[in-house]
């Protein structure tokens, strides 16, 4: 080959080599960048005043001084969207308009008693079945002004107490219409088909006009539960009352991060779900903006309030959450830390390497040291290897069918039964690297122990063992490093989705959170996940600091035991 040609390749070789190390280091980039960026939102954000009151009153955590003079403000413009919200729920006119209505309907039933002659009359004149729409057109004409101010009221009011007040009218104007029949009767008796009829189109004109306003009235509620709904989401119970007959702690306070609550205003104040009927008649959720749909109502009213006031209702403040990594979790991971997921995280991984470690090194020594190439060695060499293939979750499985249900290493799920689990999955990656690094042992250093009159043992433990330790080292680090991030084997075996911190005495019978199963059950099955991302990103970061802490640490023990070596 020409030397030029050598050169060529050479160079080639290089710049390949450069480009996939560069490439590697993109992609790590890439991935590693949104976690960092969003973890570390998990500690650092800007906090609402929802957030110090979750401090104060439930961590004990926090100056009552500032705490005070954040609710105030907070209090001062929140009662501008509270006392919109009272005044829809409880309108100051809303006895002289029902009182009004009442009075229309007496009034109408009054006139159709005086009217009982002509109404007769109309009776005698319209036989059977056609005397239907001239009783119905009859009955529009007395209700004309009670059916006005029904249609007045439900545009004007759409409070609650209206569409209770609106359900009993119909059972007035039903009972109205019973009683009229008395006053028509002095003037002939009526046979039992014209008095059905009689109660049945008399007050159907009313009736029909009653029914579209409450079918208004109860749209216009169903959007403001909706809409109240979204306001206790933001910003928590509006009376102290309500907060103590709260039982979940996300309905006693609001939202604690100001990313997540205006998130919340967004989808659940300024637009709510509204249920609607579409041409087939089939019942439709649809999303909608308030200031759109129910423009010129209280209801557009109270949402530009929450949107105007937003911020002075929140006072967000920028903060450092220190509390996140030795807090307790709440409700669900909504409230609080991941302390609990973070000890058990250590617990499983120190007690897989403590089971795995020694294991691994004298089954190691076995085979470096020991073993003869034959059938038997041959085989178990291959049972190595094939169990280092073997999928997590079927160590999970038998872990828990063997440790829990049959060798009964625990009653239920365990620390103990976890990280035996998890010994044994990394038990053939430890296996493998610990031989390698024993057969990198140069021969002349056995030779040597030997020649000074050291039996085998003795110079395996003195001299071979030290020798082969920083390699040995590599291996069990990659092996902590997975045994630190699995979650199928402890599934079964030891994890647990809530539950507090768990002593150390209580490894051998308690089951405990951990970080891999509490990120996969958060990701995949939590109610609010969309609303607690920061609790997500924020326990993977933390996964891979303790990973990379964990292997700092082998790290910095292999280096010292190299430099050891070399003298």
């Not at 216009?220 to 306001?231: C, H, I, S, W």
């Not at 933001?234 to 990313?259: I, N, S, V, W, Y």
């Not at 450092?320 to 409230?335: E, Q, V």
Request: glycine share 8%.
């Amino acid at each position: 080959m020409k030397t030029s040609t050598r050169k060529i390749l050479d160079k080639s070789f290089s710049a390949l080599a450069l480009s996939s190390m560069a490439i590697m280091c993109a992609a790590a980039v890439a991935f590693l960048a949104p976690i960092i960026i969003n973890g570390s939102g998990a500690v650092w954000f800007k906090a609402t005043v929802e957030h110090f009151k979750f401090l104060r009153e439930v961590l004990d955590r926090g100056s009552a001084q500032e705490l005070a003079a954040m609710t105030e403000k907070s209090d001062a413009a929140r009662e501008k969207l509270y006392s919109l919200m009272r005044a829809y729920e409880s309108p100051a006119d809303f006895k002289k308009i029902s009182g009004a209505i009442a009075s229309a309907r007496r009034a109408a039933f009054a006139e159709a008693a005086k009217k009982s002659a002509e109404f007769v009359k109309i009776l005698d004149e319209n036989k059977g079945a056609a005397s239907a729409p001239v009783i119905k057109k009859f009955g529009e004409g007395i209700f004309a002004d009670y059916s006005g101010l029904v249609s007045g009221a439900a545009k004007r009011s759409s409070s609650p107490a209206m569409a209770e007040f609106l359900a009993g009218e119909k059972e007035a104007l039903q009972d109205g219409a019973r009683a009229v029949l008395e006053d028509f009767a002095k003037i002939r008796k009526l046979s039992v088909l014209e008095k059905g009829r009689v109660r049945r189109e008399l007050p159907a004109a009313a009736l029909e006009n009653l029914g579209a306003a409450s079918e208004k009235v109860s749209e216009d509620n169903a959007a403001y539960a909706a809409f109240k709904e979204g306001v206790w989401e933001l910003l928590g119970p509006m009376t102290q009352a309500d907060k103590e007959a709260a039982k979940m702690m996300r309905r006693k306070f609001g939202q604690t991060r100001m990313d997540v609550a205006r998130k919340v205003l967004g989808e659940s104040v300024l637009r709510i779900r509204v249920n609607s009927t579409d041409s087939s008649g089939r019942q439709t959720s649809e999303s909608v903006l308030v200031a759109e749909r129910f423009k010129g109502t209280p209801l557009a009213e109270m949402a530009k309030c929450a949107e105007e006031n937003f911020t002075a209702m929140m006072q967000p403040r920028n903060t450092f959450y220190w509390g996140f990594l030795f807090d307790s979790p709440y409700d669900s991971n909504i409230f609080g830390g991941i302390f609990p997921m973070i000890l058990g995280t250590f617990y499983l991984t120190v007690g897989a390497m403590i089971f795995a470690a020694p294991l691994g090194i004298v089954a190691a020594i076995y085979f470096s040291e020991y073993a003869k190439n034959g059938r038997v060695v041959n085989f178990l060499r291959m049972c190595v290897g094939t169990l280092a293939g073997v999928p997590s979750i079927v160590f999970g499985l038998f872990g828990l069918a063997f440790l829990i249900n049959t060798v009964k290493v625990s009653e239920s799920k365990s620390v103990l039964a976890g990280s035996i689990t998890l010994a044994l999955l990394i038990l053939p990656t430890i296996i493998r690297s610990c031989e390698e690094a024993l057969k990198t042992v140069p021969n002349s250093y056995r030779e040597a122990a030997l020649g000074l009159g050291a039996g085998k043992w003795r110079a395996i433990c003195t001299v071979i063992l030290p020798a082969a330790l920083p390699g040995m080292l590599t291996g069990i680090i990659i092996s902590m490093g997975r045994a630190a991030g699995e979650t199928a084997p402890i599934i079964f075996t030891a994890a647990t989705s809530t539950g507090a911190a768990i002593a150390l005495a209580d490894v051998f019978t308690e089951a405990t959170p951990a970080l891999p199963w509490n990120i996969y059950n958060i990701c995949s099955e939590h109610e609010m996940a969309d609303k607690i991302e920061h609790v997500q990103y924020g326990m993977v970061l933390t996964l891979i600091a303790i990973v990379l802490l964990l292997n700092s640490v082998a790290i910095v023990l292999r280096d010292r035991l190299q430099k050891k070596l070399r003298g």
